[in-house]
């Protein structure tokens, strides 16, 4: 897991990382935004979690790219979390572009805190509360201010077959574990974005991904990947006939239990704009 706290982190857009299709590029940009913040221990903890052997597990996030950054271009990530009570944080991100200062896309995230060695809830205590709390902002601070937005939108489980689908994916190990050998919070969205159908990777680019996490994967475990197109109706489908939105399910080979869903809105790519795999 990344760092939890306050913190920013300027990353360049070079010739390696613009050219990647849209998918790509915002795998490379959550990585980013995941190692952006604070850490006491150079773990993503407090020096009392890692004592009490307690962690962070992330239970969803929700991220809307406004728009893709070119070659050459700078981004400024800014981190920030919020205390959400007992057991849990709110973490939010905005990325700017670090010349202009235009908001190139706003990320949200909720987390519960877990014990390591028996996988199950744990109350913040004072101790580890102190020790973050003096790191988040002093005012409530909130990526999407409003309080109806996309990121509290609720994810409907893929119940009917699927129009498409990915199967045998597998945990990179070099990339997608953390320090406990558990996979990463972005693994799952690049798991998500595989099943997505081509002729839409080809012609549109991703604004909105919002994920529930449902459960821990580990290095060993075999992931399919699941798709269907989820059509506009009624009056949200005005002013929408160049997007396009998806719902998504993650299941774990053989006995088909599930550890994620998503939801994912995409828009037309601008015209003249290529995008080309290195």
């Known amino acids: 897991m990344g760092g939890l706290g306050i913190g920013s982190r300027v990353w360049e857009s070079t010739s390696s990382t613009v050219f990647l299709l849209p998918t790509e590029l915002l795998e490379v940009a959550c990585n980013h935004v995941q190692s952006c913040g604070y850490s006491t221990d150079g773990f993503g903890t407090t020096t009392t979690m890692r004592k009490l052997h307690l962690i962070w597990v992330a239970t969803r996030m929700h991220i809307e790219i406004y728009k893709y950054p070119a070659r050459s271009d700078v981004v400024e ?7 959400k009570g007992g057991i849990g944080i709110r973490r939010d991100w905005i990325l700017k572009d670090y010349a202009t200062h235009e908001v190139l896309g706003r990320a949200t995230s909720k987390f519960v805190m877990i014990n390591q060695d028996t996988r199950k809830l744990a109350k913040v205590i004072d101790g580890v509360q102190k ?31 699927a129009q498409y689908s990915r199967q045998g994916l597998v945990p990179r190990r070099a990339a ?8 990463n919070n972005v693994a799952y969205i690049r798991w998500v974005l595989e099943s997505m159908p081509q002729e839409i990777i080809d012609t549109h680019e991703l604004e909105t991904i919002t994920i529930d996490y449902k459960k821990e994967c580990k290095e060993d475990d075999v992931v399919d990947s699941h798709t269907s ?50």
């Not at 990530?77 to 205390?83: L, Y």
């Not at 997608?176 to 996979?183: A, E, F, I, S």
């Open 77 to 83: 990530i800014e981190s920030w979390f919020e205390s």
């Open 131 to 161: 020790e973050y709390l003096g790191f988040s902002p002093r005012e409530p601070r909130l990526a999407f201010p409003q309080e109806k937005n996309g990121s509290l939108k609720k994810i409907a489980k893929l119940e009917d077959a």
């Open 176 to 183: 997608d574990l953390d320090m406990n050998q558990h996979v």
């Open 229 to 278: 197109p989820e059509p506009y109706n009624g009056t949200a489908a005005k002013g929408k006939e160049d997007y396009c939105q998806f719902l998504h399910l993650l299941t774990l080979s053989g006995d088909g239990l599930e550890i994620g869903r998503c939801y994912t809105e995409w828009r037309k790519k601008p015209t003249r704009q290529a995008y080309h795999s290195v």
